[in-house]
């Protein structure tokens, strides 16, 4: 059963999707307002949203980037009142399925929609056998961040062009040049992997493109580089902006022509290598500040992938610890050991400069503070990691502080004011009673979607009420605030 998503600020035009599509089961939810639609796109896992331009927040077009880039990717229908050929070139760059002029017959836009959901049908079916067919090998999480980078990852894959892979340190940039290289066509020859950081000046060029014998003092023998020992199969470069200037003039003309010459040789020797870099630096500053090539910086980035930084996406924190726990038990040893939900929790709320390699030395040192212990507490993780999960309460219950002494609230949040128009003139008992009832469970659901932070099997749960009751209610009301 589909899930899709009206957004509409004319109720007339919601309510008459909502009649008209019932009877096709499809699981239908409704939204006024584009921030009320970005709240419910990270939780509804909608498959086609019926997208109208003028909302009363904004351009509906604005926020197809972020539709696209959401986890579910929903097919987006866009209708509008004015249409415009810009409009449309709009929704069509963003990969709207179509651009509907209103007023529409209930056959069109029954039939686009049942195209759309086709169409997504078939999609979901080829990305499940190229997932089934692409290793994605050690590399963990769900994310739509890193999702996005394991789908390009998969599509470098499958090409021979040049790869740069940028992100923060310890976000798996090697662990990525490593995947495209196993589900290359070239695994089955070697993946070189040069750290450009640890090469010392003098010998830079040799390393990379080899040596004759008596090149220069010391060259007692000759060498080959390690440009030719990646001939069939990947170069990796490592931190490759620290590579000095003019062995990148010299390597601009390797990438152009896969051909070059030895230090102090004349032969000219070809390498067949696909070429694979990576940094956390930011090249195109470099390019600026002129200390690294602009033209190399456009011949390694025709595929570019960039890894989030891990507080960019939290939810992996958890597949990426009992991965880690039950990988580094097994290394060391011990029975796979479970831990407390509030280590867990102490993991989520730190900001990892260092990113996943951090998480896995923490883990290490959790696991190794008590080798006996079959469950990881808290106070096992390093001080520093504990030291910043005090300070962020402490800072978190002084802010909440802070804010109930201005709205001079207390802590009960569904505190309601029934307005002067219930007692002037005074309103019969049944109408107040009606009135509060209603006020009160708006106020209630925006409560706990908040305190769900917009998770609505977790709303469902603290709510006690199943989902279709929570989604009756949320349309309903339609009164969803941001988490
Ligand atoms: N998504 C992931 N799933 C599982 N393990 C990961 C993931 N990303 C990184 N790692 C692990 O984290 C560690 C650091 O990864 P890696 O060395 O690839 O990072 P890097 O970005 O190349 O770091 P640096 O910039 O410091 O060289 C490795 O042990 C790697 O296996």
Same mark, same amino acid.
């Given at each position: ?62 926020? /197809? ?125 070697? /993946? ?82 696909? /070429? ?51 990988? /580094? ?155």
């Amino acid at each position: 059963m589909a899930n899709v998503l009206i957004v509409d600020d004319d109720p007339y035009v919601r309510e008459l999707l909502i009649e008209f599509l019932t009877p096709y089961h499809y699981t239908l939810m409704a939204a006024e307002t584009l921030s009320e639609c970005l709240t419910l796109l990270p939780v509804g896992k909608f498959d086609l949203i019926l997208l109208d331009i003028n909302l009363p927040d904004g351009n509906g077009l604005e926020i /197809l980037p972020e539709i696209r880039q959401s986890a579910s990717a929903p097919e987006v229908i866009i209708f509008t009142a004015e249409g415009s050929a810009a409009g449309a070139k709009t929704a069509m760059d963003n990969e709207a399925w179509d651009y509907i002029l209103k007023p529409f017959s209930e056959q069109e836009i029954l039939l686009n929609i049942k195209r759309a959901l086709e169409f997504r049908a078939s999609k979901k079916a080829l990305q499940a056998r190229f997932e089934s067919i692409f290793d994605r090998s050690d590399i963990v999480g769900t994310s739509s961040k890193i999702t996005t980078c394991l789908n390009l990852a998969a599509q470098c894959a499958k090409t021979d062009t040049n790869v740069l892979i940028t992100g923060p340190t310890g976000t798996g940039k090697e662990l990525f040049a490593n995947t495209i290289h196993k589900n290359s066509n070239r695994k089955n020859a070697g /993946l070189i992997v040069v750290d450009c950081a640890a090469l010392p000046e003098q010998l830079v060029e040799s390393v990379l493109f080899g040596n004759v014998k008596g090149a220069f003092t010391g060259a007692d023998a000759a060498r080959d580089g390690l440009i030719k020992k990646a001939d069939g199969g990947t170069l990796f470069l490592d931190e490759i902006g620290e590579l000095p200037l003019a062995i990148q003039k010299k390597f601009l003309r390797v990438l152009q022509e896969r051909k070059f010459k030895q230090v102090g040789g004349t032969k000219v020797i070809a390498s067949n290598f696909r /070429l694979i870099s990576a940094t956390n630096r930011n090249l195109d500053d470099m390019a600026k500040q002129n200390t690294f090539r602009r033209d190399l910086l456009y011949r390694i980035k025709t595929f570019h992938i960039e890894l989030p930084a891990l507080q960019e996406c939290r939810e992996d924190i958890k597949p990426l610890t009992l991965h880690y726990i039950h990988k /580094l038990c097994e290394h060391h040893g011990f029975e796979t050991k479970g831990f407390k939900p509030d280590f867990l929790k102490m993991l989520e709320s730190y900001n990892w400069p260092g990113n996943i390699r951090e998480l896995i030395t923490s883990l290490e040192k959790a696991i190794l503070a008590n080798a006996d212990a079959s469950i990881l507490y808290p106070n096992y993780l390093p001080q520093h990691i504990r030291l910043h999960h005090i300070e962020t309460s402490i800072q978190n219950k002084s802010e909440n502080n802070k804010i109930h002494k201005k709205t001079g609230s207390e802590i009960n949040p569904l505190s309601l004011q029934l307005p002067d128009k219930l007692f002037n003139p005074v309103q019969s008992l049944k109408q107040v009673k009606k009135y509060t009832a209603v006020e009160t469970e708006k106020l209630y659901l925006d409560h706990v979607m908040r305190l769900s932070k917009g998770d609505l099997e977790k709303t469902c749960e603290l709510a006690g009420i199943s989902k279709s009751r929570l989604y009756s209610l949320l349309k309903t009301h339609q009164t969803l605030s941001k988490p």
